[in-house]
């Protein structure tokens, strides 16, 4: 399977602290060279309230520009869609158990963005109180791709 939180306990748990959310990114921007790109993660609530919106943002560093999809856990707990940004397409799956993976793809070539330095990010916005949270696993960025692929296990040393 290959995603190592959905499953299991062992997701990254972020929760609010002073009312506000670290824009949680890469250490450094990735130069996007292929003709396609697909940003996806797994999301699931964990009290964030219905109204406060997250977004998975490929932030191109080269032209300071976000292509992102913002989504928010409704009042039944599910993820639903709110809006996007300069992507050509989006999807969220529910996975069971309350996950979610939500990715968004982006045409390069006929953007003329292909060469570019992206930043992916996740960003919880909105949020009115402290001390709720969101689980997140397996964030991938993908080139050569316009729908995520299966995570791949892979053993680490």
């Not at 080269?62 to 989504?71: E, G, I, N, Q």
């Not at 963005?113 to 992206?118: A, H, M, V």
Request: a negative charge; hydrophobic letters at 40%.
């Amino acid at each position: 399977s290959g995603q190592y939180g959905i499953h299991t306990n062992k997701a990254y748990l972020v929760e609010s602290l002073n009312v506000a959310f670290a824009v949680i990114d890469a250490a450094s921007a990735i130069t996007l060279s292929d003709d396609d790109a697909v940003f996806a993660a797994y999301f699931k609530n964990d009290d964030i309230p219905t109204g406060n919106d997250i977004y998975l943002n490929l932030r191109d560093n080269t032209l300071a520009a976000s292509h992102s999809v913002r989504f928010e856990f409704n009042a039944s707990n599910q993820a639903v869609y709110v809006a996007t940004n300069a992507i050509d397409d989006y999807g969220i799956e529910d996975m069971g158990n309350g996950w979610y993976r939500v990715w968004l793809y982006l045409d390069l070539a006929t953007r003329g963005l292909t060469g570019n330095d992206f930043l992916p990010r996740i960003e919880p916005f909105s949020v009115t109180s402290n001390g709720i949270g969101l689980y997140i696993d397996g964030a991938m960025l993908q080139e050569g791709v316009v729908e995520p692929t299966r995570y791949l296990e892979v053993d680490c040393p």
